[in-house]
């Protein structure tokens, strides 16, 4: 089965600053990966995903991830932050194999906060 | 517009009065699930539907039910809600057919309060 890892519960950054949120699974192959992003009182939106190829992924609103096969990490990052990008952010990870198709396991969640 | 649509969006009950949360997708999707989001510990698959008719076990099944009569339509029903059902719901589809490797579409999402 398959874990996710969230280790920091919240990060306070500076508008403009950077921000890595790291992201730890546990799987027994290459899983397929995915960062979702929760406004205050929103549902959750797809910012990226990894299935295979470029360890590099781009997503939406300047995210980036990289998927990192040794270290079992698929961490985010985005070079400058904006204020509106104060949120819930969740990695998971969905099992490749058949009988387990789309079960997605969920990390806690790491809460972004961005000060002016 | 493609979208998971969810009825209804905030409920506030009483422990044991039975209720449903109806949820639909048009995306024409086979795969539907439903999720609860609670504080630290992020979502948690409940129940979810491979296709019509099919559909088994989450991580957190006790306590729910669902059924998958129609390919657009999962609704999630709570017989007998008890407090600790207080959550918010998500249901999800997404599309096995067209290699979309699972990615999840996700409803607003419905904030349930069992008195």
């Known amino acids: 089965a398959q874990s996710v890892t969230q280790p920091d519960i919240h990060i306070t950054v500076s508008e403009g600053a950077s921000l890595e949120l790291r992201c730890n699974y546990s799987?027994?192959?290459?899983?397929?990966l995915f960062w979702y992003v929760q406004s205050p009182g929103q549902g959750l939106q797809l910012l990226l995903k990894y299935f295979s190829g470029d360890t590099l992924v781009q997503g939406i609103k300047g995210f980036e991830a990289e998927f990192k096969r040794s270290q079992s990490s698929f961490n985010l990052r985005k070079p400058s932050v904006h204020w509106s990008d104060a949120a819930e952010y969740f990695c998971a990870v969905g099992a490749v194999e058949t009988d387990s198709w789309g079960k997605l396991q969920f990390g806690a969640g790491t809460q972004v906060v961005v000060t002016p | 517009e493609a979208q998971v649509t969810q009825n209804p969006r905030y409920l506030i009950t009483v422990t044991g009065k039975k209720l449903t949360v109806t949820c639909s997708q048009n995306?024409?999707?086979?795969?539907m699930s439903w999720y609860r989001q609670d504080p630290g510990l992020g979502l948690r698959q409940i129940y979810y539907s491979m296709n019509v008719e099919v559909t088994d076990k989450g991580d957190v099944p006790e306590g729910y039910k669902v059924s998958r009569k129609e390919k657009r339509n999962f609704p999630l029903i709570l017989e007998s809600p008890s407090p600790n059902q207080t959550s918010l719901y998500f249901c999800a589809s997404s599309d096995r057919r067209t290699g979309s490797y699972n990615e999840q579409f996700f409803g607003p999402g419905t904030r349930l309060t069992v008195l």
């Open positions: 799987y027994g192959a290459t899983p397929y």
């Open positions: 995306m024409n999707h086979e795969y």
